[in-house]
């Protein structure tokens, strides 16, 4: 028996980004090597191109309309189920995080504010357009209503640290109000998000909703910033990737907004909140005629 | 003697034209798919496609305000001036004067689908006076459907003398003979039809695969075996025969590797609007887009260009 347990061959996982509610390798077929703490050579991540960029925006905006459909209850509920997936796996991510260098406790603290922070969302889903939306006192006879609708594709920069936390806080108020979304998880620690992806293809999120890419920012970054079907972007960055995505957005007229968090903040309530969806939404006003 | 079965008459007919080898083809095209075209070849493999292409719409709700609409953006595709009009617009024999009115006397030509598109159900009498009457409309190129239950039953004088009818009814029109890939099953079957056809036709006639009313639309195979035989068709008989695939072509990449096909398969005498074409709605936004990504540099969003035709 033992002798068999040492003769088999180990069998190691290729991990693949999640595009269009498929896993796929980069369609230039480059990977890039990452290590454990230990150093030891852990996996090759695809080493997504523009391409790749070009292709999850396809995916996205085919996803974006069927989604931005759904009733606000049932994109809630969706929300809710991702956090069950999450919860129920959480160990193999505080796994993933430690292999890496974070610190149990660390870990598995930023974990449960993930699964807390989705049924934050998964809450603010349904009742966010309540606080948004208005109705405006107006010197006609008219009824003045201001109501929300979702952007579109909203492009996601997530930080290398904390690498989790940071990715789902960033991509659950954008999604909460029916965008989709293209993103780009963190350089330095891209393996716990390939396992949320595979936790996004097991709950109810539709194809396409979430895409997740992984890759080098330098070569990413400068083309989120000029696609102009990417309608608004949501990035963890540091001085020349806000210029840059700055100059791209100001030629492609998206919105850009920057997460001023960093490490310990992403913990807290802070984080969250209706300020983040309110971020990602367009604001349309209707006048309706009263009758006589 | 007149063979018996539908099978003898096929066997006899593929004994005269040869058959066709389906693995070979199937390779073949696959090699297509790894080609790369960057940079200028790319923007002029584009602008080409722009140029074959047939803009269409086929549609039971199609009114002369939306084949005005369709017009315009055939005979202007874009703002960028570098940008050619399509070949032609394409549309049901009702709509053809209206498409004259807008087109007559430019470079864009008006295609008319004739002959009970796309079911060709109905008398031969009937069909003829359609094609009559959309030429006398204006129409400059007719797309007719074959006899498909005709050619499936073996009965291929049948369906060569109604191509040749209808070769007789268009007058100066060109025409363009829909052999409805997807219903004749085989590439066999495909390059039996492809000959038949094509002995019925003059230069300057078109094969085209399907009519896009079919689940099973053209694909580079069946493009693949029809200029095959166009090529071995004109090696026989110097008569040169266009080609025009439609039909489930929406993306420029794939419209690249159809022009490749024909660079490598029939030769640069093919690579112009006269003698191949793109019969297809979304295409050309797709084209478009792809046009301005190469200019700007920057990946464009569809909703930047002029309404799809898709949505007339």
Redesign the interface.
Known sequence: MTARAKSRIPVTKTPKVYIGGAFVRSESARTFKISGADGAFFANIPQCT?KDL?NA?EAA?KAGPGWAKRSPYNRAQILYRLAEMIEARIDELIGSLVRFGARREDAARGMSVCVDRLIHYAGWADKYEQLLGSVNPVATRHFNFTVTEPMGVVGVIAPDSPPLLGLISMVAPVIASGNTVVALASEKFPYPSILLGEMLATSDLPGGVVNLLTGLRRELVP?FA????IRAIYASAGAEERRALRL?AA??VKRVRFADEAGAAWLEDTAQGLDAIRGFVEFKTTWHPIGS | MTPRSPHAAHARLLDEIGAVDCVGVEERVAKYMTRSIKKASKVWGLRMAVSMTDLTTLEGKDTPGKIESLCRKALHPHDDPAVPPVAAVCVYPSMVRHAKRWVGGSRVRVASVATAFPSGQTHYRTRLAEVRGAVADGADEVDMVINRGAFLSGDFSRVQDEIAGVVEACGAAALKVILEVSELETYDSIRAASFLAMGALRPGDFIKTSTGKTSLNATLGSNQVMIEAIRDFYLDTAVPIGMKPAGGIRTAKQSLQYLIAVKETLGDAWLTPRRYRFGATSLLNDLLRQIERERT??????Y?FSEAAESY
């Open positions: 523009r070009r925006v905006a083309t000029t696609h102009a079907h791209g030629a492609s | 540099g920057a990946y464009q969003a569809p930047s």
